[in-house]
């Protein structure tokens, strides 16, 4: 149904789109020159090439005058990759929004309940009332390396679980040696496809020099290595990647240790380590008082 005329002319329609696995609901609003903010009925839609482009005719319909068109949408999981991508080739503006981000405008609302359609209308009303970033998508490089780093992080943490199977295990009474053997052969089958992974990287980077020139700028900062350089590199593909990488390398907090991200740095450890005055001042506190 299209949204009812108004006396006022439209100056921004905003489409919200709360997305899921198979499929998402739509809301379509707008602002007029009253700053008066009217909304349409949500509609779901299939996840898929068909349901996208159901929502580009969909819209156009709803349309009644012209003005600039937006769609938000909220960075839930990969599930609106698809769609992020498809609204960019077809020149649509588009923002993804961080999830805290949303979090923090629903609260500053009087909406109390949680459905799509609700979820798809806060969207909405967040994008007619706030100036949003538009959103950018990676390079083909980008995504490659993104795909690679978080590979090479989940072989990481399984090999340091395992590590700790065989160091419990042959502490144990009496290990079985076929059992050792096998916990052996899996731990040198990370160890190959780790070496695989840095040979992937390493390619990627020469043939991308630009990517080079930033990794090289980053691992020049003392206490930063090659694998927590691509991770904030990593972070350039989120949203809010400007914030998540400067919590990268901070120094988590009281009991966030096992929730930092991998490759992140206590800055206090790494300026005793790779700065003379901090070593010289750490190691004399360490000092017994006289």
């Not at 779901?44 to 949408?73: C, H, K, M, Y």
């Not at 040979?199 to 090659?226: F, H, N, V």
């Not at 400067?246 to 120094?251: D, K, P, V």
């Not at 992140?264 to 017994?288: V, Y």
Request: aromatic share 6%; with cysteine.
């Amino acid at each position: 149904m299209p949204l009812a005329k108004q006396e006022s002319t439209p100056l921004k329609y905003v489409v919200g789109i709360d997305i899921a696995k198979n499929s998402f609901v739509a809301c379509l609003g707008q602002v007029d020159s009253r700053q008066c903010l009217h909304f349409g009925k949500e509609t779901i839609f299939e996840n898929t090439l068909t349901g996208f482009t159901d929502l580009l005719q969909w819209v156009a319909r709803q349309q009644s005058a012209a003005a600039p068109l937006w769609f938000v949408v909220e960075a839930t999981g990969v599930y609106y990759e698809e769609l992020a991508y498809f609204l960019v080739d077809q020149q649509q503006l588009l923002s993804v929004l961080l999830p805290n981000k949303v979090k923090h405008f629903a609260r500053s609302t009087e909406l109390k309940s949680k459905t799509d359609q609700l979820d798809a209308r806060l969207l909405c009303r967040l994008g007619l009332e706030r100036a949003l970033p538009a959103w950018q998508p990676p390079t083909p490089a980008l995504r490659q390396l993104r795909a690679l780093v978080r590979e090479r992080q989940v072989l990481t943490k399984q090999g340091a679980q395992l590590k700790a199977r065989v160091h419990a295990y042959q502490h144990s009474y009496q290990p079985d040696s076929r059992t050792l053997a096998r916990l052996a052969a899996q731990q040198q089958l990370i160890l190959q496809q780790l070496a695989a992974l840095d040979q992937d990287l390493m390619e990627l980077l020469a043939a991308e020099p630009e990517l080079a020139r930033k990794l090289a700028q980053l691992t020049s900062i003392p206490g930063i290595g090659l694998t927590t350089a691509i991770l904030v590199l990593d972070q350039r593909l989120c949203p809010g990647r400007e914030r998540a990488s400067t919590r990268l390398l901070c120094r988590p907090g009281r009991g966030a240790a096992a929730k930092r991200p991998l490759g992140a740095r206590h800055p206090h450890l790494e300026a005793r380590q790779h700065t003379p005055t901090h070593g010289a001042l750490f190691a004399r506190a360490q000092q017994p008082a006289p």
